[in-house]
């Protein structure tokens, strides 16, 4: 049984950068793929960004192509999502989530795919 925990959100700027940490407990993450997810109030979930088991396939929405990284630190067990130039619309509870299939990054983010979610956390940007 994988737990996932969220941190690292928080109130900033338009402009402003945050990293969200991911730490996995229970068992290791090498074998899954690990994804970020947003729901803003009033919509559904969204894929944001999403990793391959290997680290070597990511996938980013649109929207925050250039401004988000993700990576993953297998050894921590933890999986991080660097954000930049946070915009207003960027505000929502991120989640983290973890997969274990071949189907890889893309489709975890573009079906909503985990087998395992974190509680969130609240990343609001504002002025």
């Known amino acids: 049984q994988l737990q996932l925990v969220e941190s690292g959100g928080g109130l900033v700027q338009p402009g402003g950068s945050l990293r969200l940490s991911c730490a996995a407990s229970?068992?290791?993450?090498?074998?899954?793929?690990i994804g970020w997810f947003r729901q803003a109030p009033g919509k559904e979930r969204a894929g944001v960004s999403c990793i391959g088991s290997g680290g070597g396939s990511t996938y980013y929405v649109d929207s925050v192509k250039g401004r988000f990284t993700i990576s993953r630190d297998n050894r921590k067990n933890t999986v991080y999502l660097q954000m930049n130039s946070l915009k207003p619309e960027d505000t929502a509870v991120y989640y983290c989530a973890a997969w274990r299939a071949l189907a890889g990054a893309q489709t975890m983010c573009t079906m909503i795919r985990g087998d395992y979610w974190g509680q969130g956390t609240q990343v609001t940007v504002s002025s």
């Open positions: 229970g068992s290791t993450v090498d074998y899954y793929n």
